[in-house]
């Protein structure tokens, strides 16, 4: 069946999109997300693991989750919703099992996931265990994002093909980041500046004024997956400007000097 399942173009497609933690999706995608659900997409994210020890700062990052996901629009769903394991704790075969479960229940039309080239084990692990699932559902289009940590030699390994203007969402994707920077949490602050600073060098790649990058993996023509790449790419609302938006102004570099 290469048919897709949802006829009409005006429908908006499912994307689901599978984080090793809590934060990953705001890291790499937030701008991207906010701008696709303020469009009308669905996305989900489901997120294998809080990483904390105890039941208490595990039930903490999963409200800052929450919180985040009212901000940027998008649902949120636990990949093993009843435990405190961490994604190294979890055998390829489990993970794997439990990920072809979530793109057949929630009917995903693409996938996005960490890329392979990750310098988190623990985000490696998801990435090999979405591309074990991809056999399942050739139908849905799957897609990497880039890597978290940019102060290792990994972070410039990751190359994106595709760039989704996000400059008119940049203050969303630092307020859902923000709901994750509480006392006595195990990891440091993000540093704001220098993530915009990536962004709009992202975004001079590209003749915007800042972007994310994903990278495609595989879609087939005709399918379900084809038309929500075509749905990712089309030209979203960004309230930061009128003409620096989507992919007009990526088409407005053809008129430069
Ligand atoms: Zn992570």
Redesign the pocket.
């Known amino acids: 069946m290469r048919e897709s399942h949802q006829e009409d173009p005006d429908v908006a497609p499912h994307i689901l999109c599978v984080?090793?933690?809590p934060?990953?999706a705001e890291?790499a995608l937030g701008g991207a997300i906010s701008a696709w659900c303020h469009a009308g997409l669905r996305l989900t994210v489901a997120v294998c693991s809080t990483?904390e020890r105890s039941a208490a700062m595990s039930e903490r990052r999963k409200n800052a989750a929450a919180r985040a996901a009212r901000i940027l629009g998008h649902e949120l769903t636990w990949v093993f919703p009843h435990d405190l394991r961490r994604v190294e704790d979890v055998t390829e075969h489990e993970l794997v099992g439990r990920i072809d479960g979530l793109v057949r229940e929630s009917g995903a039309d693409a996938v996005l996931a960490?890329a392979d080239c990750d310098s988190?084990a623990?985000?490696r692990m998801v990435s090999r265990a979405v591309l074990a699932s991809s056999r399942t559902w050739p139908d849905s289009a799957l897609l990497s994002f880039g890597v978290?940590e940019p102060r290792t030699a990994a972070y410039t390994r990751f190359q994106p093909s595709i760039f989704i203007p996000v400059a008119g969402h940049l203050e969303s994707k630092r307020a859902a980041i923000h709901e994750f920077h509480y006392d006595g949490k195990g990891y440091r602050d993000l540093d704001d500046d220098a993530m915009e600073l990536r962004l709009r060098a992202m975004g001079s790649l590209c003749g915007v004024d800042a972007a994310e990058g994903l990278s495609l993996l595989r879609v087939v023509g005709q399918t379900r997956g084809a038309r929500a790449l075509a749905w990712l790419l089309r030209k979203v609302p960004d309230p930061s400007s009128d003409t620096a938006n989507g992919v007009d102004s990526v088409r407005a570099l053809d008129h430069r000097e």
């Open positions: 984080t090793a933690h934060d990953d890291i990483s960490h988190h623990d985000h978290s």
